[in-house]
Nanobody
Framework: VQLQASGGGLVQAGGSLRVSCAAS????????MGWLRQAPGKEREFVAA????????YYVDSVKGRFTISRDNAENTVYLQMNSLKPEDTAVYYC?????????????????????WGQGTQVTVSS
């Protein structure tokens, strides 16, 4: 699976942004999908995941109620809608794929278990 993230940009605090990840190659619906982020000088952090069917989602506590992950298996795309953005959300956002599993599993396993990664898209939130 090849993953291509897009949609990042500069937004003011309190604003919204939606990032997308388009997949190609193997059957997209065979994979749980997730978003992770890495801020300068910090370790990569799990943000959100969605099961292969889209029926379950899982979020890190810091984005619950503000971010929504969704997927369109017909379009081979996963989205991360980010609302009420904060300066601490500034990071490079990466999408990743993990074979058929639950969203929660994708949120708790080591990143080394992930099958595929996208190249990342920069999100900058100004104060």
């Amino acid at each position: 699976v090849q993953l291509q993230a897009s949609g990042g940009g500069l937004v003011q605090a309190g604003g919204s942004l939606r990032v997308s990840c388009a997949a190609s190659g193997r059957t997209f619906s065979n994979y749980a999908m997730g978003w992770l982020r890495q801020a300068p000088g910090k370790e990569r952090e799990f943000v959100a995941a969605i099961s292969w069917s889209g029926r379950s989602t899982y979020y890190v506590d810091s984005v619950k109620g503000r971010f929504t992950i969704s997927r369109d298996n017909a379009e081979n795309t996963v989205y991360l809608q980010m609302n009420s953005l904060k300066p601490e959300d500034t990071a490079v956002y990466y999408c990743a794929a993990l074979g058929i599993t639950t969203a929660r599993t994708m949120g708790v396993v080591s990143f080394n278990e992930y099958d595929y990664w996208g190249q990342g898209t920069q999100v900058t939130v100004s104060s």
